[in-house]
């Protein structure tokens, strides 16, 4: 497994940041921040995005002058790339400010699977406080345009705290509308 790093000398975090998107409906419910990490290793065929695998591509950003960006709105948050576990530890620092900021949920996508993730400390450490994950890679033959949220049929919409407290994966539903 390939990951990446990094802290300044005062010990503020950085991260490659490809895109912050405020007000977006495509990567979870309703209007969300999206913020695009640079860096993956997975290399999917089919990848809509390679351009998002060099974890040197966007420009170097602290965790705080993200959040900074992120709270100049209510939206909750969703992190994606490339993978944020790409760089375990600079997500876990992230993930951490942003409900440190009151942010009322945060998603993750990330091509490794849950069952991946509870193998890998790091991977562990990085998605506590996350509250739903979309887990696994991109996979071209399963690639379903129906699906919400996701792209192929076996990435799954994943409940973390329930699924970390049952040990297995506790699919998220999207809420019911009643007319
Ligand atoms: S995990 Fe996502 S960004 Fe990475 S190669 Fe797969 S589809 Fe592309």
Same mark, same amino acid.
């Given at each position: 497994?390939?990951?990446?790093?990094?802290?300044?000398?005062?010990?503020?975090?950085?991260?490659?940041?490809?895109?912050?998107?405020?007000?977006?409906?495509?990567?979870?419910?309703?209007?969300?921040?999206?913020?695009?990490?640079?860096?993956?290793?997975?290399?999917?065929?089919?990848?809509?995005? $390679?351009?998002?695998?060099?974890? !040197?591509? &966007? *420009?170097?950003?602290?965790?705080?002058?993200?959040? %900074?960006?992120? =709270?100049?709105?209510?939206?909750?948050?969703?992190?994606?790339?490339?993978? $944020?576990?790409?760089?375990?530890? !600079?997500? &876990? *620092?992230?993930?951490?400010?942003?409900?440190?900021? %009151?942010?009322? =949920?945060?998603?993750?996508?990330?091509?490794?699977?849950?069952?991946?993730?509870?193998?890998?400390?790091?991977?562990?450490?990085?998605?506590?406080?996350?509250?739903?994950?979309?887990? %696994?890679?991109?996979?071209?033959?399963?690639?379903?345009?129906?699906?919400?949220?996701?792209?192929?049929?076996?990435?799954?919409?994943?409940?973390?705290?329930?699924?970390?407290?049952?040990?297995?994966?506790?699919?998220?539903?999207?809420?019911?509308?009643?007319?």
């Amino acid at each position: 497994m390939t990951v990446w790093s990094t802290s300044n000398p005062s010990g503020s975090v950085t991260v490659n940041v490809l895109d912050i998107i405020p007000g977006t409906s495509v990567d979870g419910p309703g209007l969300r921040t999206a913020i695009y990490l640079a860096g993956c290793s997975h290399a999917c065929p089919g990848c809509q995005n $390679p351009g998002s695998w060099d974890p !040197a591509g &966007g *420009r170097s950003m602290t965790v705080a002058e993200i959040v %900074g960006i992120v =709270s100049e709105n209510e939206f909750p948050v969703t992190l994606t790339g490339g993978d $944020p576990l790409f760089h375990p530890e !600079a997500t &876990g *620092r992230l993930v951490e400010a942003l409900r440190g900021a %009151g942010v009322s =949920s945060v998603w993750l996508y990330t091509g490794y699977t849950f069952e991946q993730i509870l193998d890998h400390q790091r991977l562990l450490d990085a998605v506590r406080g996350v509250d739903v994950i979309v887990d %696994g890679p991109f996979r071209s033959e399963l690639r379903d345009p129906s699906l919400s949220f996701r792209g192929s049929a076996n990435q799954r919409i994943i409940l973390l705290p329930e699924s970390l407290a049952a040990g297995r994966p506790c699919l998220w539903q999207p809420p019911t509308v009643d007319f």
